[in-house]
């Protein structure tokens, strides 16, 4: 054969066999690339906003999904019994760090299912009271909050005033305080509390901060500095109640 052809067959072959590696290096960096599972006790629908402020958060933390991060979604829809399965699941597939949102409930599924894969914790409940942590007294300093108890969990705390949750905000007719802007949407008379989205993006940063390389045991568990009062007018008005114009002039969003 002449030595062109041989050449040019020779390159042929080389072009081919790197084009048929080529999908199997993508798929190499692919299992080599860290995976957040996110546990969530609510619907992908609902917290849409809220995974795109986790994503801010792991943007600045320098992790972004796709390129240096993937993120598995693990949704219990409102269907708490599920969350248990789905926490296992996230943990069979050998996870590097899990997000728990949506409640308490969530990082209690995601801490029952591990004792080794550390777990960021954006809830509005108490982290104490609920056994995610355990520091030696109530009002302990922020460094003595590090402290976890059966594996590395990072809490993000972010708790409302006054709250009390019900699904069936229809059937109130008392005065009731929330902890969520959502309440007031969905006709609660008042809400005062941390953003879902602070604490969401906090979350992110703490899930990069860990891929990073950072202890979770060294992370403080944050409270929120930031607080929205929220007052929806019409309930006031089927209540029969006069909102002053004074607390009216302090809220950040007034429903009418």
Not at 24 to 32: F, K, P, S, Y
Not at 177 to 186: D, K, N, P, T, V
């Amino acid at each position: 054969m002449p030595f062109d052809q041989l050449k040019r067959r020779d390159f042929i072959t080389l072009l081919g066999s790197a084009a048929a590696a080529w999908p199997l290096a993508a798929r190499a960096q692919q299992q080599t690339m860290p995976v957040i599972g996110f546990l969530c006790s609510g619907s992908a629908e609902a917290f849409a906003p809220l995974v795109a402020a986790f994503r801010d958060g792991l943007r600045e933390a320098g992790y972004v999904e796709g390129r240096n991060v993937a993120t598995e979604f693990a949704w219990a829809a409102g269907r708490y019994d599920k969350l248990s399965s789905l926490a296992a699941d996230l943990v069979s597939r050998q996870v590097a760090v899990i997000v728990a949102a949506g409640g308490a409930v969530a990082g209690l599924a995601a801490k029952a299912a591990t004792t080794t894969i550390p777990i960021v914790v954006a809830t509005g409940d108490d982290p104490v009271k609920y056994g995610l942590v355990r520091i030696s007294t109530r009002f302990a300093s922020r460094t003595s909050m590090n402290r976890v108890t059966r594996n590395p969990n990072a809490e993000t705390e972010a708790r409302g005033l006054t709250s009390m949750a019900s699904a069936a905000l229809g059937a109130i007719s008392v005065t009731t305080i929330y902890f969520h802007r959502s309440f007031g949407l969905a006709g609660g008379l008042i809400t005062y509390g941390a953003t879902f989205t602070d604490e969401l993006r906090t979350a992110g940063q703490y899930a990069g901060r860990i891929l990073a390389g950072e202890k979770p045991n060294n992370l403080p568990i944050l409270q929120p500095s930031k607080f929205e009062l929220v007052i929806n007018l019409k309930t006031a008005k089927a209540l029969g109640l006069d909102v002053p114009p004074t607390l009216l002039a302090r809220a950040d969003e007034v429903i009418e």
